[in-house]
Nanobody, 124 residues
Framework: QVQLLESGGGLVQAGGSLRLSCAASGRTFSFYHMGWFRQAPGKGREFVANIRWSGGSTYYADSVKGRFTISRDNVKNTVYLQMNSLKPEDTAVYYC?????????????????WGQGTQVTVSS
């Protein structure tokens, strides 16, 4: 059984920073990719960033490129999302997800494992 547990969300003013963490436990060796997604009220779940466990290659949505950084600690089985220069439109529930296939994906439906989510609220 695999569990993903996010933490680090909260309320921040526009221009501020937050770092989200996603701790993975269980059969984590089955993951090739880890992703961060977000879902704002009344909207669908959208891709934010992903990272390959082996090699660490990363991909970002255009909306966060240059402001967010995804990283991983293979020893701690933890993935991070450093969010800088936050904007009110970044307000959403942020989810960590794991993908067990070797090819990367931006689609939420292609990630089989999800955390419970953590709320990020950016005030203007």
């Amino acid at each position: 059984q695999v569990q993903l547990l996010e933490s680090g969300g909260g309320l921040v003013q526009a221009g501020g920073s937050l770092r989200l963490s996603c701790a993975a436990s269980g059969r984590t060796f089955s993951f090739y990719h880890m992703g961060w997604f977000r879902q704002a009220p009344g909207k669908g779940r959208e891709f934010v960033a992903n990272i390959r466990w082996s090699g660490g290659s990363t991909y970002y949505a255009d909306s966060v490129k240059g402001r967010f950084t995804i990283s991983r600690d293979n020893v701690k089985n933890t993935v991070y999302l450093q969010m800088n220069s936050l904007k009110p439109e970044d307000t959403a529930v942020y989810y960590c997800a794991g993908r067990t296939y070797s090819t990367g994906s931006y689609s939420p439906s292609e990630y089989g494992y999800w955390g419970q989510g953590t709320q990020v609220t950016v005030s203007s």
